[in-house]
C-alpha cells in the first residue's frame, strides 16, 4: 500500500502545500538535517502520488500507445 493513497486529491495538494512550508522554513530557519530529510521525502513522495494519479490508465487508451 502506497503512504498517501486513501487521501483524496485535494487533501494531497494540501498536504503537499503544507510540507513545503514546513520544508522552506527549516531551510531558512535552520533545522535539523534528519527533520530536513524527512520532510524532503515526504514531498517527494506525495508528489509521486499526485504524478502516479495524473497518468491515465492503460486501459483508458485502447490503441495502447497512452497519448
Known amino acids: 500500500m502506497r503512504p498517501f493513497e486513501v487521501l483524496e486529491m485535494t487533501d494531497l495538494v ?4 503544507e510540507y513545503t512550508a514546513r520544508y522552506t522554513k527549516m531551510l531558512s530557519e535552520g533545522g535539523r538535517k534528519k527533520d530536513i530529510f524527512n520532510c524532503q ?3 517527494r513522495a506525495l508528489i509521486a502520488e499526485i504524478e502516479l494519479r ?3 490508465a492503460a486501459s483508458d487508451d485502447p490503441s495502447g500507445t497512452n497519448r
Not at 494540501?14 to 502545500?17: C, F, G, I, P, T
Open 41 to 43: 521525502e515526504t514531498i
Open 14 to 17: 494540501n498536504v503537499l502545500a
Open 54 to 56: 495524473k497518468r491515465p
